[in-house]
């Protein structure tokens, strides 16, 4: 048990923890971050410094109530395909069971993208066997609709090798579009019924200007680098991610959960620490943002800490921007 939480502060100080998916389940708030490792091993683009083995679970009975942590929920040597680098998770609810989707390096160091299940969104999870069939990069995001469709929604850059899938099989030396062609989207896939496999094959969400234009590769602080994230606000759907280069997590807007999307702006300014990634949740007839930084670690990119902050909408649906120090 931990301190109660305050908004921009860490919700927990024993572990260092990144990415966080923040869900209602049963009345309380639960939140599924990674796990990040101390060690002092130089840092890469290719992200090796994020060792994550496991996942911690975290919950709280309201935003300021004590937050407790549950323990390791599930751990790379217990899934059978996994080498190594869990990184960011999210989970879902359907079927009267929890699934958690999760990102690591298969066998051949390539990253896929598993299941685990658990009766109790606390978990310990049960991972499947395999990874979903199809399956490439990180970040899973998975969005289960009023109407019971479920669609995942994952990719990041660099380290998470999007850029090598751009013809559809893993072309190691590949590399990313030029300048002034469109900026690589994020990735969706309807699930099937029983969330563990894709029902067609993934697509890409196209990110478009207020004129339609694609967002191009050159504009780093529009185009998706990593870490999406999909919610509905009277009745439209939002798209958030990160800008990666220039650490910003900005949304989009559309009709349709597959896009495309329209750009509308930032969301949070940069925070202490090179990477950004986000979720967010409404709770209580409010909406939070959960995040992270390295405040506590004094800017250690592999030290992250997650925490959250209120989320406000003006009278026209769009965001107001949010400075993650404004307060301190």
Same mark, same amino acid.
């Given at each position: !048990?931990?301190?109660?939480?305050?908004?921009?502060?860490?919700?927990?100080?024993?572990?260092? &923890?990144? /990415? @966080?998916?923040?869900?209602? =389940?049963?009345?309380?708030?639960?939140?599924?971050?990674?796990?990040?490792?101390?060690?002092?091993?130089?840092?890469?683009?290719?992200?090796?410094?994020?060792?994550m083995e496991d996942y911690h679970v975290l919950s709280m009975d309201d935003v300021n109530s004590p937050v407790v942590d549950h323990g390791e929920a599930l751990h790379v040597k217990d899934v059978p395909w996994a080498s190594k680098q869990m990184w960011a998770p999210d989970a879902a609810y359907k079927n009267n069971t929890y699934y958690l989707f999760f990102p690591a390096r298969d066998k051949d160091g390539i990253f896929r993208i598993g299941v685990a299940t658990s009766p109790n969104p606390a978990g310990p999870? &049960?991972? +499947? +066997?395999?990874?979903?069939?199809?399956?490439?990069?990180?970040?899973?995001?998975?969005?289960? /609709?009023?109407?019971?469709?479920?669609?995942?929604?994952?990719?990041?850059?660099?380290?998470?090798?999007?850029?090598?899938?751009?013809?559809?099989? =893993?072309?190691?030396?590949?590399?990313?579009?030029?300048?002034?062609?469109?900026?690589?989207?994020?990735?969706?896939?309807?699930?099937?019924?029983? !969330?563990?496999? =894709?029902?067609?094959?993934?697509?890409?969400?196209?990110?478009? /200007?207020?004129?339609?234009? @694609?967002?191009?590769?050159?504009?780093? /602080?529009?185009?998706? =680098? +990593?870490?999406?994230?999909?919610?509905?606000?009277?009745?439209?759907?939002?798209?958030?991610?990160? &800008?990666?280069?220039?650490?910003?997590?900005?949304?989009?807007?559309s009709e349709n959960p597959q896009g495309p999307f329209v750009f509308k702006g930032t969301i949070l300014t940069p925070v202490i620490g090179w990477t950004t990634h986000h979720s967010i949740v409404e709770f209580n007839d409010k909406w939070y943002l959960f995040y992270h930084d390295c405040e506590l670690s004094d800017g250690v990119n592999h030290k992250r800490s997650v925490k959250y902050t209120e989320l406000k909408y003006n009278e026209d649906g769009t965001i107001q921007t949010i400075d993650p120090y404004g307060d301190k």
């Amino acid at each position: !048990m931990e301190k109660n939480s305050k908004p921009n502060e860490p919700l927990v100080t024993h572990i260092y &923890t990144a /990415d @966080p998916s923040a869900h209602v =389940f049963a009345g309380k708030l639960y939140i599924y971050p990674s796990h990040d490792l101390d060690h002092d091993e130089p840092s890469n683009d290719n992200g090796d410094q994020y060792k994550m083995e496991d996942y911690h679970v975290l919950s709280m009975d309201d935003v300021n109530s004590p937050v407790v942590d549950h323990g390791e929920a599930l751990h790379v040597k217990d899934v059978p395909w996994a080498s190594k680098q869990m990184w960011a998770p999210d989970a879902a609810y359907k079927n009267n069971t929890y699934y958690l989707f999760f990102p690591a390096r298969d066998k051949d160091g390539i990253f896929r993208i598993g299941v685990a299940t658990s009766p109790n969104p606390a978990g310990p999870f &049960t991972p +499947e +066997e395999n990874y979903i069939p199809g399956s490439f990069s990180i970040d899973p995001a998975v969005l289960v /609709d009023e109407d019971s469709k479920a669609y995942v929604y994952f990719g990041g850059l660099w380290g998470g090798q999007l850029e090598k899938w751009q013809t559809g099989t =893993f072309v190691p030396e590949a590399e990313g579009p030029a300048p002034d062609a469109p900026a690589l989207g994020p990735r969706v896939a309807e699930l099937s019924d029983d !969330m563990l496999t =894709f029902k067609s094959e993934p697509k890409e969400i196209s990110i478009v /200007d207020e004129d339609g234009n @694609p967002i191009l590769a050159s504009d780093e /602080d529009r185009r998706y =680098f +990593e870490g999406p994230w999909v919610h509905k606000y009277n009745g439209l759907y939002y798209l958030s991610y990160s &800008t990666g280069t220039t650490h910003k997590i900005v949304y989009a807007v559309s009709e349709n959960p597959q896009g495309p999307f329209v750009f509308k702006g930032t969301i949070l300014t940069p925070v202490i620490g090179w990477t950004t990634h986000h979720s967010i949740v409404e709770f209580n007839d409010k909406w939070y943002l959960f995040y992270h930084d390295c405040e506590l670690s004094d800017g250690v990119n592999h030290k992250r800490s997650v925490k959250y902050t209120e989320l406000k909408y003006n009278e026209d649906g769009t965001i107001q921007t949010i400075d993650p120090y404004g307060d301190k």
